[in-house]
T-cell receptor
Framework: NAGVTQTPKFRVLKTGQSMTLLCAQD?????MYWYRQDPGMGLRLIHY???????AKGEVPDGYNVSRLKKQNFLLGLESAAPSQTSVYFC?????????????FGNGTRLTVT | GQNIDQPTEMTATEGAIVQINCTYQ??????LFWYQQHAGEAPTFLSY????GLEEKGRFSSFLSRSKGYSYLLLKELQMKDSASYLC???????????FGKGNQVVVIP
């Protein structure tokens, strides 16, 4: 049982390049989330999805797009990377059993934009 | 919106007890979570409180006071492996989103 899997684990981009981060979960969870974590800032929500085919903006959505074409996958896209997007990106998922259902996190993608 | 405040760092001795505080302000409250995050790793779930009072889970306990917008995580019999960042997160009742505090780094020394 893999849980939440993120690919790639590391990536270096040049300013202006694009890339897609992939998140896959095998727990049949409805909700999926993308967070970024920066020193001194804590985890901040970028976008999230409450089910297949749905997406919504979080706290810091600018410069990112997402898609949830399949229930198990949640993709985060950077159309034109900027140095300010250097960060560690975490994907998470949770089920609908109740408000107490915790987030399950992937191991993160460490992105550097030069 | 939500505003979550945690102290940034503390050092404690192996075998000791440490209390990590979290205060929050939110327009709607639907539960408070504590996560543990070791350096370079993903956060992992520790505890959940939605009603006032103390929840105990082995060496870890978490307390909530909704009227004061306050929670603490108590770590007993500290072990070296408890050196980590501890994240407080509040679920907004309106949109069910989870907002995280900046985390409290606990360093356990022999």
């Amino acid at each position: 049982n893999a849980g939440v899997t993120q690919t790639p684990k590391f990536r270096v981009l040049k300013t202006g390049q694009s890339m897609t981060l992939l998140c896959a979960q095998d727990m049949n969870h409805e909700y999926m989330y993308w967070y970024r974590q920066d020193p001194g800032m804590g985890l901040r929500l970028i976008h999230y999805s409450v089910g297949e085919g749905t997406t919504a903006k979080g706290e810091v959505p600018d410069g990112y797009n997402v898609s949830r074409l399949k229930k198990q996958n949640f993709l985060l896209g950077l159309e034109s990377a900027a140095p300010s997007q250097t960060s560690v990106y975490f994907c998470a998922s949770r089920d609908l059993t109740g408000a107490n259902s915790p987030l399950h996190f992937g191991n993160g993608t460490r992105l550097t934009v030069t | 919106g939500q505003n979550i405040d945690q102290p940034t760092e503390m050092t404690a001795t192996e075998g000791a007890i440490v209390q990590i505080n979290c205060t929050y302000q939110t327009s709607g409250f639907n539960g408070l979570f504590w996560y543990q995050q070791h350096a370079g790793e993903a956060p992992t779930f520790l505890s959940y409180n939605v009603l006032d009072g103390l929840e105990e889970k082995g060496r870890f306990s978490s307390f909530l006071s909704r009227s004061k917008g306050y929670s603490y995580l108590l770590l007993k019999e500290l072990q070296m492996k408890d050196s980590a960042s501890y994240l407080c997160a509040v679920r907004d009742g309106g949109n069910n989103r989870l907002a995280f505090g900046k985390g409290n780094q606990v360093v356990v020394i022999p």
